[in-house]
């Protein structure tokens, strides 16, 4: 999907939940689907994939620290007796 479209839908959407508080999610959805050309002047493209890669768990490991690999030390330091102080 376009950036712009993106950023222009979540506009929309951000836009309504400020102005109806008390309406529910799913009428702000359903606003933005239908009045995103109205907000399409004020997107940007930035914004617009940053929310693409965030909603797209296959190429974003933002915020995911299991999908995050961890690497095991390959060489481990050798172990010395302490020399005892008598």
């Known amino acids: 999907m376009n950036p712009y479209v993106i950023s222009a839908k979540f506009a929309a959407y951000v836009w309504y939940q400020h102005q109806n508080p008390p309406k529910t999610s799913t009428d702000a959805m359903s606003f933005a689907r239908q009045n995103w050309n109205t ?29 995050k690999k961890t690497k095991m030390p390959t060489k481990t330091l050798p172990f010395r007796q302490r020399e005892s102080v008598s």
């Open 39 to 67: 907000f399409l002047p004020c997107s940007h493209k930035g914004l617009g994939r940053l929310l693409a890669k965030i909603a797209d768990p296959k190429v974003s490991d933002i915020g995911n620290p299991i999908r």
